[in-house]
């Protein structure tokens, strides 16, 4: 079964570190980038970021830049997603999902179930 | 940064009612444009991709349509499972933006 599984619930102190992990199943882990969303109470989501877990290159959103780090474990298909500094507002759910790394540009077809991160 | 904004925020409408819901971005590109649609307390659902192929599994009462910067997304006949909030967003360049949201419930 294709599918992404994400770590459990987090609650963080402002100033701390979250490191998040989706684990990817079912298949062909090289041939999808992974990305990361930050989904706050009512907003839509907002994209943090990518990493192609073939290479290992990433892109970060602006917003983000300096404070999140992704990266990838090849020997268990999982990527990882650490957001450091954390504040108040990152209270949210965070979502992987993957797109597809081949033939152009792709949707996001298939996510993780979420990982509440609350700061207080 | 491409951004997109929604609109309505919120629609009500009786079951079998056309829904149409509008998405605009704030500068014009290729169709690479998604809609999501997401359950209370749920994960994001991809519904449609490259603004009017429906993803698989996805009922036909669902079509999207649009270029450039004006897109929608239509539902038919809306049933009582169609309550959710839909987003669309832009997976032509990063950051992949996504809009607001409109909420959709049964009247």
């Known amino acids: 079964q294709v599918q992404l599984v994400q770590s459990g619930a987090e609650v963080k102190k402002p100033g701390a570190s979250v490191k998040i992990s989706c684990q990817a199943a079912?298949?062909?882990?090289?041939?999808?980038?992974i990305h990361w969303m930050r989904q706050v109470p009512g907003q839509g989501p907002e994209w943090m970021g990518m990493i192609n877990p073939g290479g290992g290159a990433t892109k970060y959103a602006q917003s983000f830049q300096g404070r999140v780090t992704m990266s990838r474990d090849m020997s268990t298909n999982t990527v990882y997603m650490e957001l450091s500094s954390l504040r108040f507002e990152d209270t949210a759910v965070f979502y992987c999902a993957r797109s597809a790394a081949w033939g152009g540009k792709h949707p996001f077809d298939i996510w993780g179930q979420g990982t509440v991160v609350s700061v207080s | 940064d491409i951004q997109m904004t929604q609109s309505p925020s919120y629609v009500s409408a009786s079951v079998g009612d056309r829904v149409t819901i509008s998405c605009r971005a704030s500068?014009?590109?290729?169709?690479?444009l998604a809609w999501y649609q997401q359950k209370p307390g749920k994960v994001p659902n991809l519904l449609i991709y490259a603004a009017s192929t429906l993803q698989s599994g996805v009922p036909s009462r669902f079509s999207g349509s649009g270029s450039g910067t004006e897109f929608t997304l239509t539902i038919s006949s809306l049933q009582p499972e169609d309550v959710a909030t839909y987003y669309c967003?832009?997976?032509?360049?990063?950051?992949?933006?996504f809009g607001p949201g409109t909420k959709v419930d049964i009247k």
């Open positions: 500068q014009g590109f290729n169709n690479f």
């Open positions: 079912g298949y062909a882990f090289t041939s999808y980038f």
């Open positions: 967003q832009n997976y032509n360049s990063v950051p992949y933006t």
